[in-house]
C-alpha cells in the first residue's frame, strides 16, 4: 500500500515558480505528477524512476518544469518555473507498483496504481 499526499499549490501570476510536494508512504519507486483542468481529461506531467536514475517530463513543460525525490525521505517534487496560466489544473501525485528497470513511467493515467488528493494550481495572466 502507498500513500500520498500532495501539498504547495496555490496562486501565482504569470512568470512566477512554486513548487509541489508529495509525501510519500510506503514503497514505490516510479512516482509521477499530472494534473487536471476543468474540463480536460488527466495528463501525465512528469515521472520519475528512482531505481534506474531515469525522469521525463512532456513536451508542454519541458525546460519549465522539473520533477526530482528526496532519497532520504522520498519526498517527490516538482519544481514549476516560468508558469503559465494554461498551467492552472489540478496537480496529482501518483505512484507505479509494477514498472520495468528501465521504464519511463506513468505516460497515462491508466499506469498509476495509486493516487494523491491533489492540489490547486492556478496561474493569472
Known amino acids: 500500500q502507498v500513500q500520498l499526499q500532495e501539498s504547495g499549490g496555490g496562486s501565482v501570476h504569470a512568470g512566477g515558480s512554486l513548487r509541489l510536494s508529495c509525501a510519500v508512504s510506503?514503497?514505490?519507486?516510479?512516482l509521477g505528477w499530472f494534473r487536471q483542468a476543468p474540463g480536460k481529461e488527466r495528463e501525465a506531467v512528469a515521472g520519475?524512476?528512482?531505481?534506474?536514475?531515469?525522469?521525463w517530463h512532456a513536451d508542454s513543460v519541458k525546460g519549465r518544469f522539473t520533477i526530482s525525490q528526496d532519497n532520504a525521505d522520498k519526498t517527490l517534487y516538482l519544481q514549476m518555473d516560468n508558469l503559465k496560466p494554461e498551467d492552472t489544473a489540478m496537480y496529482y501525485c501518483?505512484?507505479?507498483?509494477?514498472?520495468?528497470?528501465?521504464?519511463?513511467?506513468?505516460?497515462?493515467?491508466?499506469?498509476?496504481?495509486?493516487w494523491g488528493q491533489g492540489t490547486q494550481v492556478t496561474v493569472s495572466s
Open positions: 510506503g514503497y514505490a519507486y516510479c
Open positions: 520519475i524512476n528512482a531505481r534506474a536514475g531515469i525522469t
Open positions: 501518483a505512484a507505479q507498483l509494477f514498472c520495468s528497470y528501465s521504464s519511463l513511467p506513468l505516460q497515462r493515467a491508466a499506469d498509476a496504481s495509486f
